[in-house]
């Protein structure tokens, strides 16, 4: 499809902007629930619900029946590290750590599946979406207020769940070469919080969820509602994006939760945090730009291979 290259870029700007009130609802959310474990495997498994519906509207099942044995390793694989181990080290450590250093770690996670996809996937960068890359990691430091490290266990954490996504990403960029991305978000959520409900459960922390009230119950259902929308569009995008671009154009997500941080709560924008934001948005441009331009020359082909026939 000739107009992939901008469908994957509109999908992922997307995803970055439901990560991002995805991040300004959670904040009043985990607080909401308190235990944010039982948070995390209730609002995960809601998800998996949610795609347990869209594989039988969509009659998925056949597909599901023609994976084969290699196909559900890996799908197990993107369950274990994508869709449960991470979430538990990350945010256990959230609670043992300030948000900010949190968020910064997070955020390096296009860093490393750069690092991991150019050798593994064989992906090229342009010496100016290279470059973009370094802009966007400093737009981030500045965006975030980042100090620097205390180099503790939970920072440590982190980085192990940053990392675990990135290879996450790579097998499932590989994966959709011969999977569907519904079939590949759903399992991730499915298998996940089924190692999630597995882990709450040995933690004696079941009776929590039946104990839940009705407003606990709205403010989990939201971010489980904003989740599966982050999945579809996320997925989706991959498809169509080398992941190197795709994993980057998320970091406007945390442009979205300090503006919307910044109407809300604090009703302010620090110079800093504009300085962040403009250097985000310059190397969107950068990392934006190669691509369209490909997208510009597909779309452009047809006429001229018409006019060579003609």
């Known amino acids: 499809m000739k107009n992939k290259y901008s469908l ?3 999908l992922a700007l997307a995803t970055a902007l439901i990560s991002g009130f995805s991040n300004f609802i959670m904040k009043y959310s985990v607080s909401v629930v308190k235990n944010p474990i039982v948070f995390t495997t209730l609002k995960n498994a809601l998800v998996a619900g949610v795609f347990i519906g869209i594989f039988l509207l969509l009659r998925k099942w056949r597909e ?78 500045f965006l975030g207020g980042f100090s620097g490290f205390q180099l503790n266990t939970a920072e440590l954490m ?78 989706s995008s991959l498809k169509h994006l080398p992941v190197t671009i795709a994993a980057s154009l998320l970091v406007p997500a945390a442009l979205v939760t300090n503006v919307l941080s910044a109407i809300f709560i604090s009703h302010t924008f620090p110079a800093r945090e504009l300085l962040g934001a403009a250097l985000i948005i310059i190397s969107l441009g950068a990392l934006i730009y190669p691509i369209w331009l490909k997208w510009k020359s597909l779309k452009l082909k047809p006429a001229n291979d018409h006019n060579e026939n003609a």
């Open 158 to 235: 982190i980085l192990i769940a940053t990392i675990l996504w990135a290879i996450e990403n790579l097998i499932a960029k590989h994966m959709l070469q011969e999977i569907s991305s519904t079939i590949i978000g759903g399992f991730r959520m499915i298998l996940g919080s089924l190692v999630l409900s597995i882990v709450v459960w040995q933690q004696g922390n079941l009776s929590l969820i039946s104990g839940l009230n009705s407003s606990q119950w709205l403010w989990t259902i939201i971010p489980a509602l904003l989740l599966s929308c982050y999945i579809l569009c996320w997925y």
């Open 8 to 10: 994957g870029v509109l």
């Open 64 to 141: 599901i029946r023609n994976l084969k044995l290699h196909q559900w390793s890996k799908l197990m694989l993107i369950g274990l590290i994508g869709g449960s181990v991470p979430f538990i080290l990350y945010f256990t450590a959230l609670s043992q750590t300030s948000a900010v250093t949190a968020s910064f770690i997070h955020k390096t996670l296009f860093i490393w599946v750069a690092l991991m996809a150019i050798p593994f996937l064989k992906e090229k960068l342009s010496w100016l979406q290279g470059a973009a890359l370094g802009l966007l990691l400093t737009g981030s430091i």
